[in-house]
């Protein structure tokens, strides 16, 4: 093709792959141009065709500079939060960007040892290859699943209807097809072949719409006003011992300020080891919100039942009398370097450089009953948790409403806190429940079963938001199916078998 020898010049081809490298974080919160992900792939693979020789590690900067666009606000927690001297700060920033790129680079190699037609391997092989990296990333080294592809399509694309069904991976395989389709229109020399692409592409989206439409869950009757306290207390100030008494009068006041039957504190609301807090102290806490009618659930550090840790919990204050042990969801997916120490032997030096308290958490456990707050059985997770998705289906399914609570100070005034709205409308998307945020700094929001913001409050503000919602009841198709791990299980088996079909054939 005639524009193959003008994309094949290097003063064409880097710029333009740079290019579509830098606008990959539109195509997510919070700009939500889910359409721009499928055209930027098509674009990547269109100049994969011009220069193949090139093909790996052109796409190894493509995602090097894609990620690291789209993370860039680490820099923000690692320098301007922790106090690491920005020499350090910067190489530390790049890690991540550049351990993530290494999935798409390896996608893209694997994708050559197919012996198939291009055809099959950009509309079939490519979607399955990447969706099955993207399962790996989020699991290897502890997981982080940030950035994955399926999340730029919630909750305002038609793919985002396939949430339910298989959960964010499928989300994401459809995404990828999607811009493997577009690209092969361009690229295929066949019209038979053009045709097929382009009824799949319509298709795929048209049965997302369809799905999208679909109630696999039920309101099961009950309904219940929430308030979502939103502090805003700088991380500078969050551990100051000067600052105590003004942070808990700031959260006191927020509770005497509503009415509503569930009030909820943000992720370390109170900056104390609850078992080193006077208990009359505490017990203000629970007799307001007892006075106005609330149940409390606040977010607040305590010491593990044998004393040797510590945990990243949520307490239910007003679940039973003062004095008792109360019920509480406990962290149980850490943040590494954040929660805990990787490898301390090799990387504790760095923590001399950074003011991070709490830096070594121990987990609540993978098994943990919702929390009863007033009429609802509220599934609770802390922080980025709500980032994986597979790990929230056992509480998801005893539960009738979601909660996350998070303190995103740590990440100044980017865009870190919507993109991590957008994965609480992912999980309340694929089990089909309310999702309720309380953070310190935003997003704090009420999401609906459909991943909807039906309210959100204005980040780096004080303020409470109150709202209604509906308890749910049931299982969406990605609960039944328990995890991911059945289409991951079946895309290696496709994949298998044209790996093997195409061997034979040559």
């Not at 990959?24 to 990547?44: D, I």
């Not at 399962?135 to 080294?141: I, N």
């Not at 295929?188 to 799905?211: E, Y």
């Amino acid at each position: 093709m005639k524009y193959h020898a003008v994309l094949a010049r290097a003063w064409v081809y880097w710029p333009l792959l740079l290019l579509s490298a830098t606008l990959v974080p539109f195509a997510f919160a919070p700009y939500y141009h889910y359409w721009l992900l499928p055209v930027l792939l098509a674009v990547l693979l269109i100049l994969q065709t011009a220069r193949p020789q090139w093909r790996i590690r052109s796409v190894y900067l493509w995602a090097l500079t894609a990620y690291t666009v789209l993370l860039h606000w680490i820099d923000i927690a690692l320098h301007d939060i922790a106090g690491l001297p920005q020499f350090l700060a910067w190489p530390l920033t790049m890690l991540l960007p550049a351990y993530l790129a290494i999935y798409p680079a390896l996608v893209f190699w694997l994708l050559g040892k197919f012996s198939c037609s291009n055809t099959i391997r950009h509309t079939v092989v490519l979607p399955l290859l990447w969706t099955l990296a993207e399962f790996a990333r989020e699991r290897a080294l502890t997981g982080f699943g940030w950035g994955i592809w399926g999340y730029s399509q919630i909750a305002d694309s038609a793919l985002a209807g396939f949430a339910p069904v298989g959960g964010i991976f499928l989300v994401t395989l459809a995404t990828v097809a999607s811009g493997a389709w577009l690209a092969e229109l361009l690229l295929a020399k066949r019209n038979k072949i053009r045709i097929g692409c382009g009824v799949s592409l319509i298709s795929v989206w048209l049965l997302g719409i369809i799905l999208s439409q679909c109630n696999f869950t039920q309101a099961d009757g009950t309904h219940a006003t929430v308030a979502l306290a939103q502090g805003n207390i700088p991380q500078s100030l969050k551990w100051d011992d000067r600052s105590l008494q003004p942070t808990l009068q700031r959260y006191l006041d927020q509770i005497a300020s509503t009415h509503a039957s569930i009030v909820i504190l943000p992720e370390t609301a109170i900056p104390v080891m609850r078992q080193d807090m006077p208990p009359e102290q505490l017990d203000l806490f629970t007799r307001l919100a007892r006075k106005h009618g609330s149940a409390l659930a606040a977010g607040i550090p305590q010491y593990t039942e044998d004393g040797t840790g510590y945990l990243n919990a949520v307490v239910n204050f007003t679940a039973s009398p003062s004095g008792a042990r109360l019920p509480y969801y406990a962290k149980n997916h850490l943040v590494p370097f954040g929660e805990y120490i990787p490898l301390p032997l090799l990387l504790g030096w760095l923590y001399r450089w950074m003011d991070m308290p709490l830096a070594g958490f121990s987990r609540g456990g993978s098994v943990q009953a919702p929390l009863e707050l007033a009429n609802q059985r509220v599934a609770f997770n802390i922080c980025y948790e709500d980032g994986f998705g597979d790990e929230l289906i056992a509480a998801a399914s005893q539960a009738s409403l979601l909660a996350n609570v998070s303190n995103m100070a740590w990440y100044g005034h980017s865009h870190a806190m919507e993109q991590h709205l957008q994965q609480s409308q992912a999980r309340a998307l694929e089990t089909g429940r309310y999702m309720v945020r309380a953070t310190n700094t935003g997003m704090t929001a009420i999401i609906n079963p459909k991943g909807q913001v039906v309210a959100y409050l204005k980040p780096d503000t004080a303020a409470v938001l109150e709202g209604e919602i509906a308890g749910y009841q049931g299982s969406t198709p990605y609960m039944w199916l328990g995890s991911s791990w059945p289409l991951a299980f079946i895309s290696l088996f496709l994949l298998f078998i044209i790996y093997v079909y195409g061997r034979y054939r040559h």
